[in-house]
């Protein structure tokens, strides 16, 4: 299986920070690489998929960027409906998996 | 609107078994795959198992491959997880996702989840 590591586990950042989140894959997954966004008690949300892909209504100021092994998510400046854990998720065959998670929490 | 509800959590001894729902609405169920995802209380996500478009063909994650069956009924747009032999370490809120055609299938992200139903193996 493919495993997913994200960085940092946990981080803190103001209002209106520039924040990125790394995601290292074990094996090269070839642009099947997503992001969600999850608050506590709700379901995740798809933010990002095949690496770059904004979902519909997803808010611009997240981007997604990387190749092979190594994937970026980037709030381009924070605002408050932004604090949540984030997951990065590699698609690339039937086993599915996520990185462990990062906690975006204010400073 | 999509709508995925989950269903038929509970608490349930070790070695016990039990079967989660989850109807689905506000698309045509029989063209996409679905799949289950758990979260084990404060912890990461975890992809279970998925099923294709028309059930013909199942995938599981090593950890429940010979305990838990996923299955689904595309004339009631309902699918299913049997879970059986159930242990301590499978409680958790159980996900279903909306996954890919049979075009793109399995390299596919998961939009949108349901809610999500808690499962909890405790005596």
């Known amino acids: 299986d493919i495993q997913m590591t994200q960085s940092p586990s946990t981080l803190s950042a103001s209002i209106g920070d520039r924040v990125t989140i790394t995601c290292r894959a074990s094996h090269i997954i070839t642009g099947w690489l997503a992001w969600y966004q999850q608050k506590p008690g709700k379901a995740p949300k798809l933010l990002i998929y095949?690496?770059?892909n904004l979902q519909s209504g997803v808010p611009s100021r997240f981007s997604g960027s990387g190749s092979g092994t190594e994937f970026t998510l980037t709030i381009s400046s924070l605002q408050p409906d932004d604090f949540a854990t984030y997951y990065c998720?590699?698609?690339?065959?039937?086993?599915?998996?996520f990185g462990q998670g990062t906690k975006v929490e204010i400073k | 609107e999509v709508q995925l509800l989950e269903f038929g959590g509970g608490l349930i001894q070790p070695g016990g078994s039990l079967r989660l729902s989850c109807a689905a609405s506000g698309f045509t169920f029989s063209n996409y795959a679905m799949t289950w995802v758990r979260q084990a209380p404060g912890k990461g996500l975890e992809w279970v198992s998925s099923i294709s478009d028309s059930g013909s063909r199942t995938y599981y994650a090593d950890f429940v491959k010979g305990r838990f069956t996923i299955s689904r009924d595309n004339s009631k747009d309902t699918l299913y997880l049997q879970m059986d032999s159930l242990r301590a370490e499978d409680s958790a809120t159980y996900f279903c996702?909306?996954?890919?055609?049979?075009?793109?299938?399995?390299?596919?992200?998961?939009?949108?989840w349901g809610q999500g139903t808690l499962v909890t193996v405790s005596s």
């Open positions: 095949e690496v770059s």
């Open positions: 996702a909306k996954d890919g055609d049979n075009w793109n299938f399995p390299n596919t992200a998961f939009d949108p």
């Open positions: 998720q590699q698609y690339n065959g039937y086993s599915r998996t």
